[in-house]
C-alpha cells in the first residue's frame, strides 16, 4: 500500500500569460507523473482552471471536496510566483507538498526554505516521484532534497531513465476541460518523441533536467499519436524535442509509420537547429506530408562571436540553407533570436532585424536574454553583476531582467520593440490596395506589438505608447523616411497616394504615404513635431494601447486559442465559434476595436487633427 494515497498534480501556470496559444500549457509533465503513480494510489485529481487565474479557487474548491494528502506542483522559472502560492493553498489544507520542475530542480535549496514545501524532486520526476509516493521521503529515494534536522538533505542523485520507451504515456484523461474540450481530446496539444539535447547552449535549461539526448523508438511515438489523431478534427499537435531531428532515421521512419496508418490529420510545429535540419533534406517532403507547417529555428545572432559565447554551434550558411529548404517544401520556418548578451550594444542590435529579413524569413520571435537559474548565462550574468531583477514572473523571454555592458534595461524594452517594428518593416501594409485595408494593417501591427509588451507587468500604457512611437521613429531614422518593395500579385495600380497618420500627441506624429514607384511599392514615413493639418485616417495610439489593454491575456488566450481551431478546421460552424460570439468581454472587445477603426477612419472623411 502507497504512503501517499490521494493525489492531487497541478502545473503552476505562468503569471504572466505571452499571447501565443502554441505556449498555452498542456499539463504534459504532470500527466507523465500521474501515469507513472494510477495504479499505486486510490485517486488523482488536477484543479480545474490550470491554465488562468482561476486556479487558485479552483484549487481550494477541489482540497474543500476531495481527499488529498500530497499535493505535488510542476513549476517553470515564470512561474514559481504561482506554484508558491499554490503551496500555501495546499498547506492550508494539511497536504504534504512536492515540488518540481525546471525551477526547483536549479534551486532546490532556496524553495526548501520556503514552510509550504516538504520535499523538492531534482531532475526527471517519475521515477523519483514514484518511489516518494510509495514509501515517503527518505534517503533511499534517489533524486529529491528535503529538510531534516534544521538541515536541508540531498538524497543520491538519480540518473535520467534511459531507455524513455519504458516511460508510460502522459495520463491526458486526467486534465479538466479546457474551453470546451476534454482533457484527452484538446485541440492543441503537445508530444515529446525525445528528451535532452546532444548540445549545451549557455542560454538553455535542457541540460540541467535532462541530460543527453535520449529518443523513443520511431513504433512507441506512433502508437502516442494515434492515441491523439482524429480524422474529424485537425490538431494543432506540438513536437516540442528541444531538437526533434537529432536522429533523421528515427524521423524518417515516424513519417513513414505515420503515412502508411493515415495518422496525417494534424498541423504540427516542431523546434530543431538549423544544421539537422539541412541533414533532414531528403525526408523534408514526407515531413510535409504528415502535418508538418512550421519549423522554430534557434538562430539567436547574426554575430559570430556573440554565437561562440553562448555555445551556440550555429553555422549561418546552414541557416540560410535550412529556411530555403523549408520554402522549397512549403513548410514554414521562424527564427528564434535573443538580443540583449551582455558584450553587445545598441548598434549591433540594430542589425537584428534587417538579419532576420536578409534570411528570407517570414516570421521571427525577438527575445531578451532571460539568464534562467541553472545556465551557464545565469552564472555568467551573476559574475558581470547584470542580473537586475530576482521577481520570477518577469522570467519569460519577453521582460528585460538584465542588462548589458552598455545597454540597461529601458534601452533593452526599447530594442525589442525596435526589432518588432523593423522586421515588420511595414510589409503588410505595403500589399494593401484601399485607404481602409491599409489603415486595418497599421492597426493589427500596432496592435500586435502592444500585446507582446503587455506582457511585462512594469510598463504602463503610457509607457506601451512611447515604446511603439519611437519605435516607429527609429525605424524612419534607420531606413531615412522611405521603405521600398516590389509590388505583390496581389497588388492593383494606386490611383492615388494613401495617406495615413500616427498620433501619439498634439505634437507629435508620423505621416505615411503609400505611393507606387516603377512598378514598386513605396511607403514615405515623415515625423511632425508640431499640430499640422492632414486630410487622412489617423490612429491615435493612445486609443490603440487603452483598446488592446481592454481585454483580460486570459479572454484573448481563449480567443486565440478557439481561433487556433477554426484556422485548422475551416468553414466548420461548431460551439468554437459560438463560444466567442456569446462571451460579453470578447464582444465588448470587438465593439471597442471596431470604434477603433471607423473612428480613425472618420478623421479622414472630417478633415479632424
Known amino acids: 500500500m502507497a504512503y501517499f494515497r490521494n493525489i492531487c498534480l497541478v502545473e503552476a501556470p505562468q503569471t504572466i500569460i505571452t499571447p501565443f496559444p502554441r505556449f498555452i500549457t498542456d499539463?504534459?509533465?504532470?500527466?507523465?507523473?500521474?501515469?507513472?503513480v494510477e495504479h499505486d494510489v486510490e485517486t488523482l485529481v488536477m484543479p480545474d482552471n490550470f491554465y488562468n487565474e482561476g486556479i487558485f479557487e479552483s484549487m481550494r474548491t477541489l482540497l474543500k471536496n476531495k481527499p488529498v494528502d500530497l499535493v505535488a506542483i510542476s513549476s517553470m522559472t515564470g512561474a514559481f510566483n504561482q506554484a508558491e502560492r499554490l503551496a500555501r493553498i495546499a498547506k492550508e489544507f494539511g497536504a504534504f507538498v512536492v515540488m518540481g520542475g525546471f525551477h526547483p530542480t536549479a534551486?532546490?535549496?532556496?524553495?526548501?526554505?520556503?514552510?509550504?514545501?516538504?520535499?523538492?524532486?531534482?531532475?526527471?520526476?517519475?521515477?523519483?516521484?514514484?518511489?516518494?509516493?510509495?514509501?515517503?521521503?527518505?534517503?533511499?529515494?534517489?533524486?529529491?532534497a528535503y529538510r531534516e534536522g534544521g538541515g536541508i538533505v540531498h538524497t543520491e542523485p538519480r540518473p535520467v531513465i534511459a531507455n524513455i520507451d519504458s516511460i508510460r504515456f502522459p495520463l491526458r484523461s486526467l486534465r479538466?476541460?479546457?474551453?470546451?474540450?476534454?482533457?484527452?481530446?484538446?485541440?492543441?496539444?503537445t508530444i515529446y518523441t525525445s528528451r535532452g539535447c546532444p548540445w549545451s547552449c549557455s542560454f538553455c535549461a535542457n541540460d540541467q533536467m535532462h541530460k543527453g539526448w535520449r529518443g523513443r523508438s520511431a513504433e512507441n511515438v506512433v502508437e502516442e499519436i494515434a492515441l491523439l489523431h482524429d480524422p474529424k478534427n485537425k490538431k494543432l499537435l506540438k513536437i516540442w524535442d528541444a531538437n526533434f531531428l537529432t536522429n533523421i532515421g528515427r524521423a524518417e521512419k515516424i513519417c513513414d509509420m505515420l503515412i502508411e496508418r493515415g495518422l496525417t490529420?494534424?498541423?504540427?510545429?516542431?523546434?530543431?537547429?538549423?544544421?539537422?535540419?539541412?541533414?533532414?533534406?531528403?525526408?523534408?517532403?514526407?515531413?510535409?506530408?504528415?502535418g508538418l507547417s512550421k519549423v522554430g529555428l534557434g538562430i539567436e545572432s547574426p554575430n559570430e562571436a556573440t554565437l561562440a559565447l553562448m555555445n551556440k554551434k550555429n553555422s549561418l550558411d546552414d541557416v540560410s540553407r535550412a529556411i530555403s529548404l523549408c520554402q522549397k517544401h512549403h513548410i514554414g520556418a521562424e527564427g528564434y533570436f535573443i538580443i540583449g548578451h551582455y558584450t553587445e550594444n545598441v548598434q549591433d542590435t540594430l542589425a537584428y532585424p534587417e538579419f532576420a529579413k536578409s534570411l528570407g524569413l517570414r516570421h521571427a520571435l525577438f527575445m531578451v536574454m532571460t539568464p534562467y537559474p541553472g545556465t551557464g548565462i545565469f552564472r555568467e550574468y551573476k559574475a558581470e553583476g547584470k542580473i537586475r531583477s530576482f521577481d520570477w514572473d518577469l522570467y519569460n523571454n519577453y521582460c528585460p531582467v538584465i542588462e548589458t555592458r552598455s545597454m540597461d534595461n529601458d534601452i533593452l524594452i526599447a530594442m525589442l520593440a525596435y526589432c518588432n517594428v523593423a522586421f515588420n518593416g511595414y510589409r503588410s501594409v505595403m500589399k494593401r490596395n484601399s485607404p481602409k485595408a491599409v489603415l486595418l494593417s497599421f492597426i493589427l501591427d500596432l496592435f500586435q506589438l502592444s500585446l507582446l509588451l503587455r506582457v511585462n507587468k512594469n510598463?504602463?500604457?503610457?509607457?506601451?505608447?512611447?515604446?511603439?512611437?519611437?519605435?516607429?521613429?527609429?525605424?524612419?531614422?534607420?531606413?531615412?523616411?522611405?521603405?521600398?518593395?516590389?509590388?505583390?500579385?496581389?497588388?492593383?495600380?494606386?490611383?492615388?497616394?494613401?495617406?495615413?497618420?500616427?498620433?501619439h500627441s498634439s505634437a507629435?506624429?508620423?505621416d505615411f504615404t503609400l505611393?507606387?514607384?516603377?512598378?514598386?511599392?513605396?511607403?514615405?514615413?515623415?515625423?511632425?513635431?508640431?499640430?499640422?493639418?492632414?486630410?487622412?485616417?489617423?490612429?491615435?495610439?493612445?486609443?490603440?494601447?487603452a483598446?488592446?489593454?481592454?481585454?483580460?491575456?486570459?479572454?484573448?488566450?481563449?480567443?486565440?486559442?478557439?481561433?487556433?481551431?477554426?484556422?485548422?478546421?475551416?468553414?466548420?460552424?461548431?460551439?468554437?465559434?459560438?463560444?466567442?460570439?456569446?462571451?460579453?468581454?470578447?464582444l465588448r472587445f470587438i465593439a471597442k476595436f471596431a470604434s477603433l477603426f471607423f473612428g480613425s477612419f472618420r478623421s479622414n472623411i472630417h478633415g479632424k487633427h
Open 27 to 36: 499539463c504534459i509533465g504532470v500527466c507523465y507523473l500521474a501515469a507513472a
Open 459 to 503: 510598463i504602463s500604457d503610457a509607457q506601451i505608447c512611447d515604446l511603439l512611437f519611437n519605435a516607429l521613429l527609429l525605424f524612419l531614422e534607420q531606413k531615412q523616411g522611405e521603405v521600398e518593395q516590389p509590388a505583390a500579385t496581389s497588388c492593383t495600380v494606386l490611383r492615388q497616394p494613401i495617406h495615413i497618420r500616427i498620433r
Open 515 to 545: 505611393s507606387e514607384r516603377n512598378g514598386n511599392r513605396v511607403l514615405a514615413m515623415a515625423a511632425r513635431q508640431e499640430a499640422t493639418p492632414f486630410t487622412g485616417p489617423e490612429i491615435r495610439i493612445d486609443q490603440l494601447v
Open 508 to 510: 507629435k506624429s508620423i
Open 107 to 144: 534551486l532546490p535549496d532556496e524553495v526548501l526554505k520556503l514552510s509550504c514545501v516538504d520535499v523538492v524532486v531534482i531532475g526527471e520526476g517519475e521515477e523519483s516521484f514514484r518511489e516518494l509516493v510509495l514509501n515517503g521521503p527518505s534517503r533511499q529515494v534517489r533524486g529529491i
Open 547 to 586: 483598446c488592446s489593454c481592454s481585454i483580460s491575456m486570459d479572454k484573448l488566450m481563449s480567443a486565440l486559442y478557439r481561433n487556433e481551431w477554426m484556422r485548422n478546421n475551416p468553414g466548420r460552424i461548431t460551439g468554437q465559434l459560438l463560444s466567442l460570439l456569446t462571451d460579453r468581454e470578447i
Open 176 to 189: 479538466p476541460d479546457r474551453y470546451g474540450e476534454k482533457g484527452n481530446a484538446y485541440s492543441i496539444d
Open 265 to 290: 490529420n494534424f498541423r504540427i510545429m516542431t523546434e530543431t537547429r538549423a544544421k539537422d535540419l539541412v541533414r533532414a533534406e531528403r525526408i523534408l517532403g514526407k515531413l510535409h506530408q504528415i
